[in-house]
Nanobody, 117 residues
């Protein structure tokens, strides 16, 4: 069982930046998902354990960067040029490599990101 703890959410104006962190209790491939009110949870970005491969949803490419520090068992999501449509609860996930919810076995509690226009 891997436990995940997110941090770093908050309120930011459009065009601003935030960095989310996810501390894991064990070794696992990691992903970020988000869920806006009334919408399904969707894939945002993922990174394999070695850090040598990443994937992003199209709408965040060029704005978000996923990275990891294996010495700290922590994954980061740097979010730049934020837009109001990025507003959601962001969840960290651990498990197999992939872009679907089914690929992940472990989930954090979520952190709110709100982007004001």
């Amino acid at each position: 069982q891997v436990q995940l703890v997110e941090s770093g959410g908050g309120l930011v104006q459009a065009g601003g930046s935030l960095r989310l962190s996810c501390a894991a209790s064990g070794r696992t491939n990691m992903g970020w998902f988000r869920q806006a009110p009334g919408k399904e949870r969707e894939f945002v970005a993922s990174i394999i354990w070695s850090g040598t491969a990443t994937a992003y949803r199209d709408s965040v490419k060029g704005r978000f960067t996923i990275s990891r520090d294996n010495g700290k068992n922590t994954v980061y999501l740097q979010m730049n040029s934020l837009k109001p449509e990025d507003t959601a609860v962001y969840y960290c996930a651990g498990g197999s490599w992939g872009t679907s919810l089914d690929a992940y076995d472990y989930w954090g509690q979520g952190t709110q990101v709100t982007v004001s226009s």
